[in-house]
């Protein structure tokens, strides 16, 4: 520990106790944060700071005086430690003492002040050696951080570019509510992604990257968020801006619509949703089968968008039917219409029998059960067969094992290694009885006399080939296995789960060959005024797709209404700056899922997954990388020593030094730090530092051998005031999403 | 009859005697977290010469945590100095949540510096945290930034009384 001959600032700046603060005023702002001595008779009498100006401004800077506001000033040695002074400062009830030195000669006892130590000095000596020194800020503005922000490889793979490192920092930090906040920024939806998502954000997660290491849990951890805020009556008021004056109409109410109406609605524009339904939430809350999800939940987050005054018409199709409302219409009506209408109709083979009476699709099979209706003929006890191997599938084989199937059959072209459904909803499905035959395609529902369904007839097939990039099956691959014998699987009931397609809206609607909606990556159509996006555009697709959508399509119409992108519009904007918590310890961790119901407790509509613990999430959060991280070098500390470079594990670091011609290694071009220390040709060393962000892990072992301490992890963010965190209101429940 | 003295075109707004704070806060805020060890809030402080750091959860202020404490913390030997450049001392158990102090002082960004000024001294406080539409913060109103606006007062021969 240093001793305070060492810390002190020398004497210097002096005051008399009869000054005024205003004929001081500059020499305490020279000093600052060191007081200036208080002298009289050539004795100290006390010291003086620059925080007296906030009791002198009472009276007046031209009448207080400074033996009104001075402060005792305790004497101690300069041979004491830091230690030593705080406590003095303690006991005198002061912030400033007087350093002394022995004076008079050798066999003197007499000392003299010989400089001043402030509480200012003490803090810095506390913090001297602390290792996360970066800076905790928030700035006005966005402003040029002068080094680059890395994005995380989960966050380039999420759709809609959630920032994942840093919610999963805020819950390994306890901070539940923030990392829920983080979350909303770009996702309205997080307690359906956090159980529903196909999480591409994990299948990149650098975590993943290592043998023997599983991605985090990042799906898992979005939803313990949001049930905190859940089981804490939080709610988001979102800040609307001015209005705008145009109208946009958004027909459909699923996911990517109700994101873009947001969207816009938040930006002053007056939205109107058109849903053909009698609830919002399209495919989530009508394809959905309720043991999958939170109903109310779901509501919660469909209120939060609604509240923020978008206009919802239900059971208003858009369409060419009487009755229907018209497309032409609302593009008559509208400054922009953004059709979202999803593929909401099932798709049953036309296969012989595919008209009996007890053949249904999977989507009307499922719309009816979120209605909280038994599916049309279904009736306990049946033999049910169901058609098709992906996630559609398991929900109908799912919900029909609940509603009181005897015997319930999944058949699929696909091997049963490659069935499209994910693994453990499959896993799960069989652990409460679910059969499979796979590897085979239907060729006839087989009906009885009375037109009842009593079995499904299947042709083998040869092993089928896949894409090797999408993973899905090459249908020019599947051939029947010629003169072999039909599988018979005997039923009473057959849902067909092969496919969805687009009920069009009517002209003006452009169509591909498909049978899809003609549009661009930002849902332009080519027809004035009118923006298609989500699954009638891409194809049945996933959750965080169509909220990807969304987000496009809005920022799409904004332009096509000629908004200022760049104007701030009265909005706050500000970037944070802040410490990264150090995860080494997470290595000690493996990845783990939610618990699920016991095989047992899952015959009814009860939801399967549960949540977290907070030990578990915690645990599971720590095992992030948080590739969000930027190295900061104090450039004017770094020596260019190269030792940073020496010792990472990865080979993330280069360090060049001028004229030293040394290769980098890294392959990473991300310039973090320019460093000189005076001009090479003259003896003096310059270089700079570069960072290759895809290979660095964090691990800090760079920081931890620096030798003269000046790395450090940081995390910039930008962010707006559009959202304002606040307690719950009562459900509106106009809309409910459970008709039950 | 007229008031000379209004016509006088040296005469300083009101503004400029009394400004709103967001004319003179510091355009930045410092902050930690509950979470935040003592001795990091320390350099903090000295860094940015201050007193007073706010407690942000997010960017919701929750409290703040004056000097005075770490410096008790550092006198009962909670908090250690120690270490080298290279041999850095145990990071300290106690963290802002320990010595946090609230309510904040907050003040809006369209409020008059003499107001906040008279605010601050009558609760004995070295900072305000400066709040837009009392939702986020958005700068800091320390001694520092007081006794500058004052000095420029002065030189004026304007009022310098808050």
Known sequence: ????????????????????????????????????????????????????????????????????????????????????????????????????????????????????????????EIGRNVVDKAPMKILRGWRDMGFNVPISPCQRNCPIKQDIATYVDYVSQGRYVDSWMVIHETNPFPSMLGRLCNHPCETDCKRGWDPGEDPVTIKSIKRFSTDFAWKQGLWIDYKI???????????????????????????????????????VGGLLSTSIPPFRFDHKQLQWELDMILATGIEVRTSANVG???????????????????????????????????????????????????????????????????????????????????????????????????????????HEAREIGLRMRTGIIVKEILVDDSGQVTGVAFAPLHEPQFDELSGKIIFSSVKEIEGAERVVVPCDYVIFASGQIMEGAGDPLPLTPRGLVAADRGGHTGVPRLFCGGDCVQGPSFIVDAVGWGHRVARSIREYLGEDMEADDGRLYQTIVERTDDHRLSENFARTEPPILEAAQRYDMSEVEQSWSDREAIVQAIRCFQ?????????EVCVLCGACDDVCPEKAIDVVVFGEDRERSSGGDTMVCATSGGDPATGGYAGEIYINYDRCTNCRICEDHCPVNCITFERVRFVDDIMRVAEMPELRELIPVAAG | MTDLSLLDPAREAPDAIDPVVADVMRDEVVFCLPSTP??????????????????????????????????????????????????????????ARDVLRHPPLLADEGARLGEVVATMRAQGRTMALVMHEDTHPVGMLTVWEIANHAAAQLRRGGAADG
């Not at chain 1, 020499?27 to 001595?37: C, K, M, N, Q, T």
């Not at chain 1, 300069?78 to 003095?88: D, S």
């Not at chain 1, 699923?254 to 609830?279: C, F, I, N, S």
Request: proline share 7%; with cysteine; glycine share 10%.
């Open chain 1, 627 to 635: 590739c969000d991280s930027v190295h900061h070098y104090d450039s």
């Open chain 2, 38 to 95: 003592v001795d990091a809030i320390a350099k903090l402080m000295a860094d940015n010469l201050l007193t007073e750091v706010p407690v942000l959860i997010d960017r919701r202020p929750v409290g703040y945590v004056a000097s005075g404490d770490i410096v008790e913390q550092f006198v009962e030997g909670r908090v250690q100095v120690a270490g080298s450049d290279v041999v850095r001392p145990q990071p300290t158990d106690v963290l």
């Open chain 1, 1 to 124: 520990m240093a001793d305070l001959a060492n810390l002190m600032a020398p004497l210097g700046g002096e005051c008399s106790p009869a000054d005024r603060i205003a004929d001081i005023l500059d020499d305490l702002r020279a000093e600052h944060p060191i007081p200036l001595a208080v002298t009289s008779d050539e004795e100290i009498v006390g010291t003086i700071g620059l925080e007296a100006v906030i009791p002198a401004l009472g009276p007046g800077l031209d009448t207080a005086r400074v033996r009104d506001l001075m402060r005792p000033a305790p004497l101690l040695d300069g041979g004491q430690t830091p230690l030593h002074a705080a406590a003095a400062l303690v006991a005198a009830g002061s912030n400033a003492l007087l350093v002394t030195a022995p004076a008079g000669g050798p066999f003197s006892r007499r000392t003299e002040p010989v400089g001043r130590l402030c509480e200012a000095q003490i803090l810095a």
């Open chain 1, 320 to 426: 060419v039917d009487d009755g229907d409302v018209k497309l032409t219409d609302l593009l008559d009506e509208y400054d922009a219409v953004f059709v979202s209408i999803g593929m909401m109709k099932g798709r049953i083979l036309p296969v012989p029998g595919s008209d009996a009476k007890n053949v249904i699709d999977a989507m009307t099979f499922l719309r009816q059960v979120s209605y909280d209706r038994m599916p049309d003929n279904l009736q306990v006890g049946m033999r049910v067969v169901c058609v098709g191997g992906g996630a559609i599938a398991t929900d109908a084989v799912q919900s029909s094992i609940k509603l009181g199937a005897k015997e319930v059959w999944m058949c699929a072209i696909e091997p049963e290694d490659r069935l499209p459904a994910f693994g453990n909803e499959l």
């Open chain 1, 241 to 279: 801006g001015p209005d705008r004056r145009q109208r946009i109409a958004v027909v459909g109410g699923g996911p990517a619509g109700l994101t873009a109406a947001l969207d816009l609605r938040v930006q002053g524009y007056e939205v109107v949703v058109y849903e053909r339904e009698a609830k």
